[in-house]
């Protein structure tokens, strides 16, 4: 469903957006999955140059050398939407590790207790991942100990853990949803294209059946007879052509169509109602504007009961409640 074709469409047909996704998505799961890996080789780095944790150097580094990999899968897996192999056994891992980690470097661990807590979010059910983040958290008051002197450090480190949480769950949430909104468009445009088949095989079965039952009926025939019949090839050679060429234009009732799949695929049941056998006319530009405004309207207020697209006498379309009004002549979608 377009706005009436105002700009030149690409040679191979398909939408650019389809073809080169936008750099916003296409950079933010990289994005991601460096933070996963920047933030351990950033806690390794700290514990080389910052003074009061020269001692924890290598248990840093085989603690951040354990974290990150199961970090990494979990997250690839939630960036993709779909459920990390072993997800929940992975999650018991890393927080034993994490855990047992801060306990042994200490302060200075605390912030990378953020990655278990964001796993549990990616896996468990966000009650069960709640109650995790409630556990990272108190382990970081348990450990804090104001290494530095300054006794609001382990309150800030507690901070830390939420604000590091927050961010790399927004962005793996956002990657999520855009990659499952791109499902969606392609399973509506394959539905759609399923239909329009659908369709066309009715419409040149229902002119072409007369002519095959007449071809097959047995006997001798006249050269008058003969005649008649090649004229009525001919005819409805006329009629497949005028078919497929509305098809091709796409015509009102494919783009009610393709209207009804989206709303129905956004949890609103919608069916036509208009003036049934008038919907295989071209679509025009200003019918076209009017149907998006209609459904984006009905997307935006997310109504949780059937309604009715209707089609006015002039090519108008409103959106009402199933039954609010009746109209002559109703066509299901």
Request: with cysteine; hydrophobic share 50%; glycine share 6%.
């Amino acid at each position: 469903m377009d706005d009436g074709g105002d700009e030149p469409q690409p040679a191979d047909g398909r939408d650019p957006a389809e073809r080169t996704p936008p750099l916003p998505a296409r950079a933010i799961a990289p994005a991601v999955i460096a933070f996963c890996v920047l933030i351990p080789v950033v806690e390794v780095g700290r514990s080389f140059v910052f003074t009061p944790y020269f001692g924890q150097v290598v248990p840093t580094a085989v603690a951040a050398a354990a974290v990150t990999p199961l970090t990494i899968h979990l997250v690839r897996h939630g960036l993709s939407g779909t459920p990390a192999p072993y997800g929940r056994s992975v999650l018991a891992v890393l927080v034993a590790v994490t855990v047992g980690a801060a306990l042994v470097i200490g302060e200075s661990w605390s912030m990378m207790l953020a990655f278990p807590a964001l796993a549990a979010f990616l896996v468990l059910p966000w009650q069960w991942a709640a109650a995790v983040l409630v556990a990272m958290e108190a382990t970081v008051l348990l450990i804090g100990t104001g290494e530095l002197g300054w006794p609001f450090i382990p309150v800030y480190y507690a901070f830390a853990v939420v604000y590091r949480l927050t961010a790399l769950l927004a962005l793996v949430a956002t990657v999520a949803a855009h990659r499952q909104l791109l499902a969606a468009r392609t399973q509506l445009r394959d539905a759609a294209v399923m239909r329009e088949r659908l369709r066309i095989d009715d419409d040149v079965q229902r002119v072409v059946a007369p002519l095959l039952e007449r071809v097959s009926t047995a006997g001798p025939r006249t050269e008058q007879e003969l005649a008649e019949l090649v004229a009525e090839a001919s005819t409805t050679l006329v009629a497949i052509r005028r078919i497929i060429g509305g098809y091709q234009r796409q015509s009102m009732a494919r783009e009610l169509d393709t209207a009804v799949a989206l709303l129905g695929a956004a949890g609103t049941p919608a069916r036509v109602a208009g003036p049934s056998g008038d919907l295989d006319r071209p679509a025009s530009v200003a019918f076209r504007r009017s149907l998006r405004s209609a459904v984006s309207t009905t997307l935006a207020t997310e109504p949780d009961h059937p309604i009715d697209i209707v089609v006015t006498p002039d090519d108008e379309v409103e959106v009402r409640p199933r039954g609010a009004r009746p109209v002559a002549g109703e066509r299901s979608g």
